[in-house]
Every structure is written in C-alpha cells, then in structure tokens.
C-alpha cells in the first residue's frame, strides 16, 4: 500500500538557517510521481513541486531545494537562509495509480510544521 | 492564487443536516478532485471526477456524494453530519490526461464546523 512519512512533525529555526524537511515513501509501483506542497497559516495548500520516479536529478529553485534518493525512497526538502515567510506546514504527496487497487488521488504524509524564528 | 474557487469559505451547521460545498476548477482542466482535512486524519482523497464522470473513489463515506457538471464545476454533498465530519474541505484540479500523476491545483478550501 502506498504511504508517505514525514517524521518531523516541527521543525523551528532561527531566520538564516537551511533547513531540511524529510520525505521517505512506499510504493510497490516503479512508476510514480512525487509532490511537495506548502500550507501557509492561511490554509490554501500552494504547490512547490512534482518529480517522477524517472528523474533523480535533484532540483533548484532559488532557496528551494529537492533531493530524490530512490535507493531510499526518499525526497526530502532543503530550504537555504530561510525566512520569516516561509513557515508553514509542508507537505509532501505520492500518487503511483497504476500499481491498482488503491485510490486514484494524492497520499499525503502528515506534514511537518516549519517555524521560522527571527 | 491558484485559479480554483471554493464557495462557501465557512460554513456552519447542526449535526443531522445537509451541506453542498462548491468548487470552479481552473480554466481549461477537466479534473477535480476533493480531499478532506482533519486534525486526526490529516489530508485524505475522498473522489475524483474527469470531464463530468466518475474517475476514482477514495475514502469517501456513504453519507457523502458528488457530481460535475457539463460547465466541470463541482459540488460536494454532505448528509446526516457528525460532528466528526468537522474538517477543512479541498477542491483541486489538473489540466492533463486525469490522471493523479498530473498537478493538482488546490482552491482555498471550505471550512465545515458541525456543531
């Protein structure tokens, strides 16, 4: 079955600080896509990025960062000097649709909550 | 603002009633999805609807249902309310072939409080 982890359930540092936000999946599919999303504390849920399971090359943009690890079935989260505005709860999502029997939409893990201290 | 409408933001009622929620999916996509956030657990996919049909099911209860319309707006139908069906309520839609793989985007969601 699918799943997604999210260990760190909060996660606080000081205005400046890279911080990491860890993924690590389950999928018995070796075709899948994998999702990061942002919820500010305002609620709506801001889409960051979407990888498939083809593509390990890690990704940069600006002070966002994503390493996807296969070999460990992990897709972490890197933000570099971070920022006020970028607490938020992060999420990260699985969809692997084809492996069937299970529901067609996005298994989220449950989130890690960033506080970004100035 | 990613382009999909919610209405209502809020809404509150008494357990026994019935709610619709609404949602307007981006201009162009064809898919809509809905999800249900609680405290206890977390996001979960309740159902997908492509180009005015059915896609997938998640875990959605009976006592809830849903529809798309040929304009591909889509409402949500909540029954007999518990007050465990108190959540934050999501639309979200893609543009692609349908399919969960493609990116979603997410509407600013319904807040739902059974009282």
């Known amino acids: 079955a699918q799943k997604v982890t999210q260990a760190q359930t909060e996660i606080s540092v000081v205005e400046k600080e890279d911080v990491t936000l860890d993924c690590v999946y389950e999928?018995?599919?070796?075709?899948?896509?994998l999702f990061w999303y942002k919820q500010p504390p305002s609620g709506e849920l801001v889409f960051l990025i979407r990888?498939?399971?083809?593509?390990?090359q890690n990704e940069i943009s600006g002070r966002y960062s994503w390493n996807f690890q296969k070999s460990t079935s992990s897709f972490n989260f890197t933000i570099t000097a971070s920022q006020v505005v970028d607490s938020a709860v992060y999420f990260c999502?699985?969809?692997?649709?084809?492996?069937?029997?299970?529901?067609?939409?996005?298994?989220f893990g449950k989130g890690t909550h960033l506080i970004i201290q100035p | 603002d990613s382009g999909v409408t919610q209405t209502p933001k809020h809404l509150i009622t008494a357990t026994g009633q019935r709610v619709t929620l609404r949602c307007s999916p981006r201009?162009?996509?064809?898919?809509v999805y809905w999800y249900q956030q609680s405290l206890d657990q977390g996001l979960q996919f309740l159902i997908q609807?492509?180009?005015?049909?059915?896609?997938a099911k998640g875990n959605i209860l009976e006592r809830f249902s849903a529809q798309q319309f040929p304009d591909l707006h889509s409402e949500l139908n909540l029954s007999s309310l518990e007050l465990g069906d108190s959540a934050l309520y999501f639309c979200?839609?893609?543009?692609?072939?349908?399919?969960?793989?493609?990116?979603?985007?997410f509407g600013p969601g319904t807040r739902l409080t059974v009282l």
């Open positions: 979200a839609s893609s543009v692609e072939s349908g399919a969960s793989t493609d990116t979603q985007y």
């Open positions: 999928t018995r599919d070796t075709t899948y896509y």
């Open positions: 990888r498939n399971s083809f593509d390990e």
């Open positions: 999502a699985l969809s692997d649709p084809y492996s069937g029997g299970g529901a067609d939409g996005l298994t």
């Open positions: 201009s162009g996509d064809l898919s």
């Open positions: 609807y492509y180009n005015g049909e059915e896609r």
